[in-house]
């Protein structure tokens, strides 16, 4: 008889159900985790909303946990039942063009293999064994590890910010994503500024290190920016994380000639934006949007919760029992920014 799990089964676009299902089967080279902790993610809330192409329908939703292994393929080294770990949602293929010159979060094969977060035990496959299921330290909670995969993401997106001592940083927008953008941002020896139109958040944002904060619902949002920066210059650093089109073109106005512009959040497929081609010729101005995550950034994610470089507290808001998925989805879909543990 096969053992059955609670799990919150994507079926399609706004249809997620709690179901029973039995409990995934490994082989030689995976791993079964018992899940502690999982996150709800705004990339859960896009895909809940808008659909996902990578993974056919019915399938597990969520990637955000951590957990303790219960059982370990008979080829599978590094890993024994008991080990609490922590693993990304995916892995490259280090064979393809993009992984050979170093460009991993590009890879042509990357394997988006691990959704399921939402369930009692999940399946662990072998490329994510191999690259990216990390032992949790002795002094990280549950929840604290299930931030290392959208934390990882940050950590990428800072190191592509090229953020040098004193600078002047601007990050747009302050959920979860942004208040992790503040506080690595202010750990790169930055001076940082948030902007937000929730008031709330960005006290948080204060506290993750923000020295000035902007309430954008209340100002012109690039002209505040940039008056606080030496004679109305604009930022060194621009960095959005909301996602929205209308903040990408004034997260490009904020900054500076020759600054750089990261775009993080992203936007539905299909979406257009306006930039004046002055701005990019005369002033020399840098636009990159950043990707996803990379093994050596996973570790890096890890290596910094572990060293408290950042407080979970702050960005988790809510913890509720899996039993009441109908509640987290609700709150997950009608509050954007959201972060809810999950306990199964």
């Known amino acids: 008889m096969k053992m059955k799990m609670r799990a919150a089964i994507y079926h399609r676009i706004q249809d997620v159900r709690l179901e029973e299902v039995e ?3 490994i082989n030689s080279d995976e791993v079964l985790v018992k899940i502690k902790a999982a996150l709800t993610c705004g990339t859960d809330r896009k895909m809940y909303l808008r659909g996902y192409h990578l993974v056919n329908p019915p399938f597990v939703f969520g990637h955000e946990f951590a957990g303790d292994i219960v059982k370990v393929g008979a080829n599978v080294k590094n890993f024994k039942e008991g080990m609490r770990v922590v693993a990304a949602n995916s892995a490259p293929c280090n064979k393809c063009f ?11 094969n990357l394997t988006f293999r691990l959704s399921g977060a939402f369930a009692e035990y999940v399946k662990i496959p072998r490329v994510i064994v191999e690259q990216n299921l990390l032992e949790i330290p002795s002094n990280v909670s549950y929840k604290e590890a299930a931030l290392v995969e ?4 940050v950590v990428h997106g800072i190191e592509e910010s090229n953020i040098r001592l004193g600078d002047i940083v601007v990050v747009n927008g302050t959920g979860p994503i942004g208040l992790m953008h503040v506080r690595l941002a202010k750990l790169k ?4 500024i948030a902007t937000d139109l929730n008031k709330k958040r960005l006290e948080l944002a204060r506290k993750l290190g923000a020295d000035e904060i902007i309430d954008a619902s209340k ?5 505040a920016v940039r008056q606080l920066t030496e004679n109305k210059r ?7 994380a909301v996602g929205l089109p209308e903040v990408w073109e004034r997260t490009i106005a904020m900054v500076r000639k020759g600054g750089t512009v990261n775009l993080f959040g992203g936007p539905p497929s299909g979406t257009k934006i306006t930039i004046d081609t002055k701005l990019l010729h005369y002033s020399e101005v840098t636009i990159k949007g950043v990707f996803h995550h990379t093994p050596q950034y996973v570790k890096r994610a890890l290596n910094l919760i572990s060293q408290k470089a950042l407080d979970a507290d702050f960005l988790i ?3 509720l029992p899996l039993s009441e998925f109908s509640k987290i989805l609700e709150m997950m879909v009608n509050h954007k920014g959201v972060k809810i543990a999950v306990i199964p």
């Open 219 to 223: 100002v012109d949002q690039v002209k």
């Open 317 to 319: 808001s809510h913890e």
């Open 150 to 153: 959208p934390l990882a993401c």
């Open 98 to 108: 993009y992984c050979k010159i170093g460009r991993e979060s590009l890879c042509e």
């Open 189 to 192: 020896g930055a001076k940082v």
């Open 234 to 240: 604009g930022v060194d650093v621009a960095i959005e």
């Open 23 to 25: 409990i995934p089967q």
